[in-house]
């Protein structure tokens, strides 16, 4: 997981900077969306890996060049570290872990939005950083609810 997300760093850091300079309109509504759907799941308890993968692919999309989405397509939502920490579906994340991932989130689609290419690009780069920092602590833990 620790190299998929160097990789991901690389690549995902990258797509937000073109994202901030390439994304359309309708790219962005679809940002956005993802954005509003992965707080909703977590404000309503629900798991949120789907919706947090569909975020980074739409970021991804929105750089319009297919690769970034292919890319991310062929790892799929176990790109996203929690779920293969998890043990099941249903286990529960703390609220807290969710709060620094939403904040991150937010932090990235606002500067896509603003065309901000460096500060998407710095964002995304802190986000995935973050994750290794986070994926390595709960390694540690041995899972969520040992945190």
Known sequence: MIELLE???????????????????????????????????????ELTVEADFALHLAIAEATNNPRFGDFL???GSNLIPRKVLTESDSEPVPREYLDVISAEHH?????????????????????????????????????????
Not at 13 to 39: F, K, M, N, W, Y
Not at 124 to 143: I, V
Request: charged share 30%; with cysteine; glycine share 8%.
């Open 107 to 147: 932090e990235i689609v606002n500067a896509i939005l603003d065309g901000d290419e460096d500060a998407a690009r710095a964002a995304m780069r802190q986000h995935l950083k973050g994750s290794q920092a986070r994926y390595r602590a709960l390694l540690r833990a041995g899972s969520f609810g040992k945190t």
């Open 73 to 75: 397509s062929m790892i």
């Open 7 to 45: 990789l991901r760093t690389a690549v995902e850091a990258e797509a937000a900077a073109l994202a901030a300079q390439r994304r359309s309109p309708a790219q962005e509504e679809r940002i956005i969306g993802c954005l509003r759907e992965v707080d909703r799941a977590a404000d309503a308890g």
